[in-house]
């Protein structure tokens, strides 16, 4: 008994110290802008987005006091948004020419050489690209509305210096050593952005819809004007279940950008084994 009451006054407890820890990050990050206001070299979302989040994080940790139906589902979720409030208030990089301080959720200030960088990735998407470091056995997020591109920059100058390719350039080496790797059908997929998380998603979804269209064909009887549509509905869903990843298999094999449009917003590379047409 004295477990299953502890449990929910520890929750609590959380619950209470990330809403105060969280308004006074708020309060701060606002404070802070007016000093950070020509500063080029950090890396920092600011208090905007972190105000914004803010506002349900509030509401649901008021809900959660309420006693209501789903108190304890609010109570989960306001310390996942207050917790996230925090990352955006608090959350940030700033950088010299040998390395960087970064600032954690909790506030906590961390002293990193650029020579303490293990791994880079860059996660492009249709907007921009987010890097994500390993720094020792941290693992750092930097969006690209941060001011990414700054850091980026700076970093790179500390790679060239010290002889070593540019993050970018080194992304492409690793593409290019995993893309000879693979079969002709890899190798496709590899050039389309987001092309395997498609494949997945059309080899689920359309069996899904193939399966939910067909026990509707062999189930309802048209009996009326209702179960007439639903029949056609359920045909159309067959016929789309089977289309689906069939189509998007043939745009892969083909490399139809047109088709591949309807799957994938993210870039096709040109393909790498091709000679490069010269301007006239």
């Given at each position: 008994?004295n477990k299953i009451?502890t449990?929910?006054i520890?929750?609590r407890s959380?619950?209470?110290f990330?809403?105060?820890f969280t308004?006074?990050?708020v ?5 802070e ?7 080029k ?7 905007g987005p972190a ?6 994080s509030?509401f649901?940790t008021?809900f959660?006091f309420?006693?209501q ?7 989960g979720l306001?310390v996942?948004f207050l917790?996230c409030?925090?990352?955006?208030a608090n959350?940030?990089?700033q ?11 909790m ?8 020579s303490?960088?293990r791994?880079?990735?860059?996660i492009?998407?249709?907007f921009?690209s987010?890097?994500?470091m ?8 930097l969006?690209?509305?941060?001011g ?17 390719d540019?993050v970018?350039?080194e ?6 050593e ?5 079969g ?7 050039r389309i952005s ?7 998603l059309s080899l689920?979804?359309g069996?899904f819809?193939?399966?939910?269209g067909?026990f509707?064909?062999l189930t309802i009887?048209?009996?009326?004007p209702?179960d007439v549509f639903a029949?056609v509905c359920s045909g159309?869903?067959a016929l789309?279940g089977?289309?689906f990843?069939?189509?998007?298999l ?8 047109k088709?591949l449009?309807?799957?994938i917003?993210?870039t096709i ?5 091709e000679?490069?047409?010269?301007k006239q």
């Open positions: 008994m009451l449990i929910p520890m929750m959380v619950q209470v990330m809403f105060l308004l006074y990050s309060i701060m990050a606002f404070a802008r007016k000093k950070a206001k020509g500063i070299n950090i890396c920092w979302m600011g208090p105000a914004v989040i803010f506002v349900p509030a649901l008021g959660s309420s006693g139906y789903g108190w304890r589902l609010s109570l306001s996942l917790y409030v925090c990352t955006l959350m940030q990089v950088w010299d020419t040998n390395g960087f301080i970064y600032r954690t959720a506030r906590r200030r961390v002293r990193y050489a650029f303490n960088i791994r880079v990735k860059i492009r998407y249709r921009g987010d890097l994500l390993r720094v020792g056995r941290r693992m750092i997020l969006d690209y509305m941060m990414l591109p700054r850091f980026l920059s700076e970093y790179d100058n500390w790679r060239t210096r010290n002889g070593f540019t970018w350039e992304r492409e080496k690793r593409w290019m995993k893309y000879l790797r693979h002709p059908f890899r190798r496709k997929l590899d987001g092309g395997r998380t498609a494949l997945v689920i979804l069996p819809l193939a399966v939910i067909i509707g064909l009887r048209p009996t009326s209702r029949l159309a869903f789309l089977i289309i990843p069939i189509l998007y043939y745009g892969v094999i083909r490399m139809d950008r088709i449009r309807f799957y917003s993210g590379r040109p393909d790498p084994e000679p490069k047409k010269q």
